[in-house]
């Protein structure tokens, strides 16, 4: 395949390719946190997809494991707390935390200010996730937690509900900020 500037493009076998996504046009999703995504699983041949992902203040996220994806996350701006397993890390702009699949993790903000990071997930097919939940959330209807559970199980997602309370009091933040 032949690019702009005449060089050829080998393209891997699994589709995928070079691409960009220009600064502002990103589609942000209609889930907690109102995410970007950044780069398209399609665009990676299902490799990895990319999120740009606010955390808004004194929010905590619903703790949650991964069966089948490792995420990797990038702090871009502010302070974002996670607990990995049994590690606790407040990591602040240009720190890098690993979630391997099948370890429990959440994210929170203890700060008064909304804190940034890209979401690195691998391999990509999570990302359906979000684009079925996204369909969901942009219908006319409230939609009942038990369908957000199902859909939950079917890409391998399931809830610690039992750290919240903790980490509620531990760091002054709350579940319902994120949500």
Known sequence: MKGTGGYVI????????PSMVAHG???????SGKPAVVLESAS??????????????KALGMPHTHAREDQIAYVLDGEIGYRVGTEEYLASAGSTVFK???????TFNRTDQIARMLE????????D????????LRGPDRVPPEELNRIAEEYGLS?????????????????????
Do not use: C
């Open 129 to 136: 996730y979000f684009d079925t939940l996204d369909r969901l």
């Open 159 to 179: 809830t610690q509900r039992e750290w919240i309370a903790e980490l509620e009091q531990k760091y002054g933040v709350s579940w319902r900020a994120g949500s």
């Open 120 to 127: 690195i997930t691998l391999p990509g097919g999570f990302q």
């Open 25 to 31: 046009s990103a589609r942000r999703l209609a889930t």
């Open 10 to 17: 080998d393209m891997p076998e699994n589709g995928a390719g």
């Open 100 to 106: 391997p699949r099948g370890v429990p993790h959440t």
């Open 44 to 57: 990676t041949g299902g490799q990895l997809f990319i999120l740009d992902q606010r955390v808004g203040p």
